[in-house]
């Protein structure tokens, strides 16, 4: 009997935490409208401030964008170690969920035990 209320804390905890989460995700989504509103009336030092680095997404940072003045042996020359970050860099980003989930199982086991 004590196990189960172990896991339905848990699991209101867990539940607790993904609400908050999508809260956060869509005031910050406001926000921005608002300051897209403020930056009309700002210096450009405010905007660049506010907006540095706030449009990245997850494909940005995974795709590699070649710079103009490279030649062609830079390319060749960097190609092993460009594909040894892509490989690593995606298998943290698959790992991490797989990791937290793991995580929680665990914890979940432990309480139970």
Request: net charge positive; proline share 1%; no cysteine.
């Amino acid at each position: 009997m004590n196990a189960k209320k172990h896991f339905w804390q848990l699991a209101f905890g867990f539940l607790l935490l993904v609400v908050l989460a999508l809260m956060s995700a869509w005031n910050e989504q406001r926000t921005q409208a608002g300051m897209m509103a403020q930056m009309m009336g700002g210096s450009m030092g405010d905007m660049m401030r506010m907006m540095h680095a706030s449009n990245i997404t997850l494909a940005d940072l995974l795709t590699w964008k070649s710079e103009v003045g490279m030649t062609q042996g830079a390319k060749q020359a960097g190609s092993f170690l460009m594909w040894v970050h892509t490989v690593t860099t995606n298998t943290i980003f698959l790992l991490v969920p797989v990791i937290l989930a793991g995580t929680v199982f665990l914890l979940i086991v432990w309480q139970l035990r």
